[in-house]
């Protein structure tokens, strides 16, 4: 079974259309990756069905422009992947 | 169809929050400008607008899943076919689902018929924000009534 930063990658490669092999878990996919918020939208989305999970993006962006969080936090690809992890365990936690 | 105010949907045949779908219902004109340049001796419903008629149907259903908090706006508009010509005078029957409901967003699949032959069909990603502009909330309020909106589906 795949980690969930290759599936988080791979998920990247095929929406963005961004070769996967430039893709690590110290990219952020912003700053580094230059995903830009709609192309985020279908990753997303991919990720959410991929998990079966729903990625608080609201509240993520929100700590940000609060200043309460940095993007480094969430978009850096294996920071997502210990937030999606997290959410993952909650969701199986409450079932 | 009201095409000057980019009002394309006329009526709300069936809204069901819980399997999260919507019908409704759209009448193309008879006659209108756009007919004379699309196409002179051959008038059709440019595809376009066949998508925003999708997007409105979308729209409302999300608007009623959102209980009017919130406001949708067009993305994405993906698989997007045009399968057979619409032409005026013409009855639209739109059928939408939600697919996805995320954060800040939601997808939608679409599909417009005449009677039972399909004419179109897309999937539609939508951005939804708290309505940026209470005037806006206002005229959505007043729209829903016109296109009857069950008004049970409106409060919170």
């Given at each position: 079974m795949s980690s969930t930063f290759d599936q988080i990658a791979t998920i990247i490669a095929e929406t963005?259309?961004?070769?996967?092999?430039?893709?690590?878990?110290?990219?952020?996919?912003?700053?580094?990756?230059?995903?830009d918020s709609l192309d985020f939208l279908d990753i997303a989305f991919a990720i959410d069905k991929a998990f079966g999970i729903k990625m608080p993006l609201e509240k993520w962006t929100q700590e940000v422009n609060d200043g309460k969080a940095t993007t480094e936090q969430y978009f850096v690809l294996k920071n997502l992947a210990a937030r999606i992890d997290e959410l993952v365990a909650a969701k199986n936690a409450g079932a | 169809m009201q095409l000057d105010y980019f009002?394309?949907?006329?009526?709300?045949v069936d809204l069901n929050l819980d399997e999260k779908t919507i019908t409704v219902e759209a009448q193309v004109p008879e006659r209108h400008t756009i007919f004379e340049g699309h196409f002179p001796g051959f008038p059709i419903m440019p595809g376009v607008l066949l998508t925003e008629a999708m997007a409105q149907s979308s729209g409302w259903l999300l608007l009623g899943v959102t209980k009017f908090e919130r406001m949708p706006f067009l993305a994405m508009v993906k698989e997007?076919?045009?399968?057979r010509f619409v032409s005026p005078g013409q009855l639209l029957t739109i059928d939408a689902r939600i697919e996805h409901e995320g954060s800040g967003f939601a997808v939608t699949s679409a599909r417009a018929r005449v009677g039972t032959e399909l004419k179109c069909s897309a999937d539609l990603t939508f951005r939804h924000v708290p309505f940026p502009d209470p005037s806006l909330r206002v005229h959505m309020d007043a729209m829903a009534h016109k296109i009857g909106f069950p008004l049970q589906a409106m409060t919170p």
């Amino acid at each position: 079974m795949s980690s969930t930063f290759d599936q988080i990658a791979t998920i990247i490669a095929e929406t963005c259309d961004i070769p996967r092999d430039t893709i690590t878990p110290e990219s952020h996919a912003i700053d580094d990756l230059g995903i830009d918020s709609l192309d985020f939208l279908d990753i997303a989305f991919a990720i959410d069905k991929a998990f079966g999970i729903k990625m608080p993006l609201e509240k993520w962006t929100q700590e940000v422009n609060d200043g309460k969080a940095t993007t480094e936090q969430y978009f850096v690809l294996k920071n997502l992947a210990a937030r999606i992890d997290e959410l993952v365990a909650a969701k199986n936690a409450g079932a | 169809m009201q095409l000057d105010y980019f009002q394309l949907i006329d009526r709300i045949v069936d809204l069901n929050l819980d399997e999260k779908t919507i019908t409704v219902e759209a009448q193309v004109p008879e006659r209108h400008t756009i007919f004379e340049g699309h196409f002179p001796g051959f008038p059709i419903m440019p595809g376009v607008l066949l998508t925003e008629a999708m997007a409105q149907s979308s729209g409302w259903l999300l608007l009623g899943v959102t209980k009017f908090e919130r406001m949708p706006f067009l993305a994405m508009v993906k698989e997007a076919k045009m399968r057979r010509f619409v032409s005026p005078g013409q009855l639209l029957t739109i059928d939408a689902r939600i697919e996805h409901e995320g954060s800040g967003f939601a997808v939608t699949s679409a599909r417009a018929r005449v009677g039972t032959e399909l004419k179109c069909s897309a999937d539609l990603t939508f951005r939804h924000v708290p309505f940026p502009d209470p005037s806006l909330r206002v005229h959505m309020d007043a729209m829903a009534h016109k296109i009857g909106f069950p008004l049970q589906a409106m409060t919170p």
